[in-house]
């Protein structure tokens, strides 16, 4: 975050979020301090896209921590859709056990926020903890799609492609 001083709340809340950007290989928007909700209990920022395109981010500053960054996911979820349209599979995060339809939806469970599947509702991982292993599961299915042969694999990736 890079224009302006985002607001703490806001900024805790976006950096496990944006942590998962990374790791998926997305770049991290540019964030710019902007008040534009003009409510009283929120504080808001601007995403910029490198084409000068933005959208606005907004928490609630009654909410938990846990519930702001469920809050703050959804709508970086939707810039990231957004970003990459036309450029890369539109289903990030992608959920392993569907690779190839929606993309995760970002909720609460137990005090923590999440990533989860809209359709059986299971949890996969804690926002910002996704630490790669979509993009690595991603390259697999973007290699199998193109028919091309899959590089010798070790580790959890096994059993996700086994499954399918």
Request: proline share 9%.
């Amino acid at each position: 975050m890079d224009a302006g001083v985002v607001d703490e709340l806001l900024s805790e809340a976006m950096a496990p979020v944006l942590r998962d950007l990374r790791s998926a290989g997305i770049a991290s928007p540019r964030v710019e301090d902007r008040d534009w909700t003009e409510l009283p209990d929120s504080v808001s920022a601007m995403l910029w896209s490198p084409d000068g395109s933005g959208v606005g981010v907004h928490v609630s500053r009654s909410l938990q921590g846990f519930e702001r960054v469920a809050m703050v996911a959804d709508q970086v979820q939707e810039w990231a859709i957004e970003e990459l349209w036309g450029q890369a599979p539109t289903n990030w995060p992608m959920y392993p056990h569907h690779p190839d339809s929606h993309p995760m939806t970002a909720t609460t469970r137990d005090g923590t926020a999440v990533w989860a599947c809209p359709a059986d509702r299971g949890p996969f991982a804690p926002i910002g903890a996704l630490r790669g292993q979509l993009s690595r599961l991603r390259r697999l299915v973007v290699l199998l799609v193109r028919g091309r042969p899959l590089p010798m694999i070790r580790g959890r990736e096994n059993v996700v492609i086994a499954a399918y």
